[in-house]
């Protein structure tokens, strides 16, 4: 009984939060295209994102691909053509954070505005919209349509989340690029959806050094190999301590098991084809053992 008790004053402390921030931060007429294709992949950054397009470029065919952050700065970006991007990383669009990332976000528009020669949908959270810079270096290629989206954090009931997700008022709280990615999937219509390079193997490169720091290396597929244990910000400004670092994990992690439940209630199949990969809630496939059937 106390536990029930527990429960209800807990989801409704968080129902009652989020309808607070829907209120005063989302808005209300986001629309995203229905795909047109059953199935996507989501091609995020991860240390095997590499070697599983190199080996398995072939079950990407007659996919839609979805890929994020700094995926365009490579040279499997112009080879692939995905239909969408997404991120929702303030340090790609915020202006008063560290000169490094807004080098970095400069580099990162700039070769998209270059290279984008197939019609791509940017979507970004409704937050960039005031903010100048990043569109200024994207203005001059037609080919980039811009869909802004709602990236308020939504907890309580489950039938109450699932609502708001529907309506793209907002999502599990998105500290990893993967939960829009994974919310938007959704709410398009596909049927399946693919992770690829979805590693999340982050618990194994965290250390703190004497001046008690914690560095972590986030390594990617095109970094890997040069990556280096350093803080991670908060907003493109600052560190983040230990419990601080591991709180966002949990939420990240947290959301997915949300994720699942609402593609449940969708009738969509989220499956996880990344070797290795630390993220327990999906569905695994192992398309080593696809490919024979494929080449049938």
Not at 48 to 71: A, T
Not at 79 to 105: E, G
Not at 142 to 154: A, C, D, L
Not at 217 to 239: A, C, I, M, N, W
Request: net charge neutral.
């Amino acid at each position: 009984m106390i536990l029930q008790i527990q429960s209800f004053l807990n989801n409704l402390g968080a129902l009652i939060t989020t309808k607070i921030r829907l209120l005063l931060l989302a808005k209300w007429w986001v629309k995203l295209e229905d795909s047109e294709n059953q199935e996507c992949v989501i091609l995020a950054n991860g240390p095997s994102l590499g070697q599983m397009i190199q080996d398995h470029r072939w079950f990407l065919e007659g996919k839609d691909l979805i890929c994020v952050n700094h995926f365009p700065t490579t040279e499997f970006y112009p080879q692939l053509k995905p239909r969408y991007y997404v991120t929702s990383a303030p340090d790609l669009w915020l202006d008063d954070i560290d000169t490094f990332f807004v080098k970095q976000s400069n580099e990162l528009f700039t070769e998209m505005n270059k290279s984008t020669s197939w019609p791509l949908v940017f979507h970004i959270p409704y937050e960039a919209r005031k903010l100048q810079r990043w569109q200024d270096l994207l203005s001059t290629n037609p080919n980039i349509k811009i869909v802004y989206f709602n990236n308020t954090p939504v907890e309580g009931w489950q039938w109450f989340r699932h609502l708001c997700f529907k309506l793209n008022l907002g999502m599990p709280r998105p500290h990893n690029v993967l939960i829009p990615c994974l919310t938007h999937a959704i709410n398009m219509g596909y049927d399946k959806i693919y992770l690829w390079g979805a590693d999340h193997s982050w618990l194994s490169e965290i250390s703190v050094n004497n001046h008690n720091q914690v560095l972590i290396k986030q390594k990617h597929f095109y970094d890997q190999q040069t990556s280096l244990g350093k803080p991670l910000d908060k907003r493109g400004v600052g560190e983040r301590n230990m419990p601080e670092l591991l709180t966002k994990f949990v939420h990240a992690f947290n959301g997915y098991f949300v994720l699942k439940q609402y593609a449940k209630s969708r009738g969509v199949s989220v499956l996880n084809a990344t070797p290795g990969s630390f993220i327990d809630a999906f569905e695994r496939v192992d398309l080593n053992r696809l490919e024979p059937l494929h080449n049938e």
